[in-house]
């Protein structure tokens, strides 16, 4: 009789599982959360903003471009903000708009993918930083890049030129192509619209993706020290996850 008991819950447990299983979609998210990210090549401005980060736990993405004019001073610290577990990504050899470089200057593909991305990475590779996600520079793309690149990186990332903000969440860890929501001053996003996005990431299980690039500084392409603020108090109030960018483009 014991063992019959003892059959029928294993015999229930075993159909619990599977029908679980049935209903979980490959691929998605476990946990809703936001992903930030930082463009170009302020690495001495970032650099100061490391026991901000630390103090949040929060994993951030930099999208590294220019590398190549980098100091030995800068490269050690890039090193640095690498191994305290932050994403170092690429943004491109020199900064060009990709698409006029092809479309408006008359390069070939080949041509523009060497010298905006391969020659650049080969410089980041021989110092230990092997970026595997992209952003482009000022956002400029098209399928055929977005293609094109997914033989270097997991991941590219364009800019949400829009009002429509869903296009910011996430909601696979197995992205190709993401759109980030600016949050710097010049984007004249207010706090409560950048916390509506957090809140909605939060109701959907995405993972909204953010833009800035200066931190604190009185550049406009800067996010002020008080939005991190609130953007860190958020994310602990809702529980919510700090991914990098190669955390959801696998
Ligand atoms: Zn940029």
Redesign the pocket.
């Known amino acids: 009789m014991r063992r019959n008991i003892a059959l029928l819950i294993l015999a229930t447990m075993w159909l619990f599982s599977g029908s679980c299983k049935k209903f979980e979609k490959a691929g998605q998210l476990n946990q809703a959360g936001i992903a930030l990210t930082f463009?170009?090549d302020r690495v001495d401005n970032w650099f100061e903003y490391l026991d901000l980060f630390d103090s949040a736990n929060a994993k951030v993405t930099f999208?590294i471009?220019k590398y190549n004019r980098f100091t030995p001073e800068q490269k050690r610290k890039l090193a640095i903000i690498q191994n305290r577990g932050h994403e170092i990504a690429f943004?491109?050899t020199n900064?060009y708009n990709m698409m006029d470089y092809v479309y408006r200057y008359r390069h070939t593909m080949d041509e523009t993918i060497k010298c905006e991305v391969a020659d650049g990475l080969k410089l980041m590779n021989r110092d230990g930083f092997y970026p595997t996600s992209f952003?482009y520079?000022?956002g400029a793309h098209n399928g055929l890049f977005d293609k094109m690149l997914m033989r270097y990186f997991k991941s590219v990332r364009a800019l949400n030129g829009t009002n429509d903000f869903s296009m910011s969440q996430a909601s696979t860890e197995k992205n190709e192509v993401l759109f980030g929501l600016g949050i710097d001053k010049s984007s004249r996003r207010s706090d409560v619209n950048v916390a509506d996005v957090i809140r909605s990431a939060y109701n959907n299980n995405t993972c909204a993706v953010f833009v800035s690039?200066d931190i604190n500084t009185s550049k406009k392409l800067s996010v002020t020290i008080e939005r991190l603020h609130k953007i860190f108090a958020q994310v602990k109030q809702l529980g919510l996850k700090y991914y990098t960018i190669s955390d959801i483009s696998k």
Do not use: V
């Open positions: 463009d170009d999208y471009c943004h491109g900064h952003a520079p000022y690039h």
